[in-house]
């Protein structure tokens, strides 16, 4: 008989700051999801070679690029495209992120209550 509990949500969170990046990763593994931290474009490329992400969580500044260019990237490169949420510490980005294709975004620093809604 096949089990009945699904899978974890498969979470890929990109961003560059140790310390936002870190314990944002530690909240959504409490929150009971797989989790692969990326610190740059070219590591979430990387890891979505042999992770198949339901929601990507991207951090607009990157070392190597921006979270605009990732999202596109990451909807190029795999089957299926991920949820997008764009993770900010700016204000005023709503009509950006949403042209640029993400379904979310969330500002810096992230409220638990309203990650785990977006995450349903």
């Given at each position: 008989m096949p089990d009945p509990t699904p899978a974890p949500l498969a979470v890929l969170l990109v961003d560059?700051?140790?310390?936002?990046?870190?314990?944002?990763?530690?909240?959504?593994?409490?929150?009971?999801?797989?989790?692969r931290l990326a610190r740059s474009g070219a590591e979430a490329m990387a890891v979505v070679g042999s992770f198949v992400p339901d929601v990507a969580i991207l951090d607009l500044g990157l070392p190597d690029g921006d979270g605009y260019q990732l999202a596109a990237r990451l909807?190029?490169?795999?089957?299926?495209?991920?949820?997008?949420?764009?993770?900010?510490?700016?204000?005023?980005?709503?009509?950006?992120v949403r042209?640029?294709?993400?379904?979310?975004?969330?500002?810096?620093p992230v409220e638990p209550a309203v990650l785990a809604h977006l995450l349903t």
């Open positions: 560059d700051h140790p310390d936002g990046g870190d314990s944002l990763a530690e909240l959504l593994r409490l929150l009971g999801y797989e989790v909807v190029a490169a795999l089957a299926r495209r991920p949820r997008l949420i764009a993770l900010t510490g700016y204000g005023n980005v709503e009509e950006k042209t640029a294709g993400f379904d979310h975004y969330l500002l810096k």
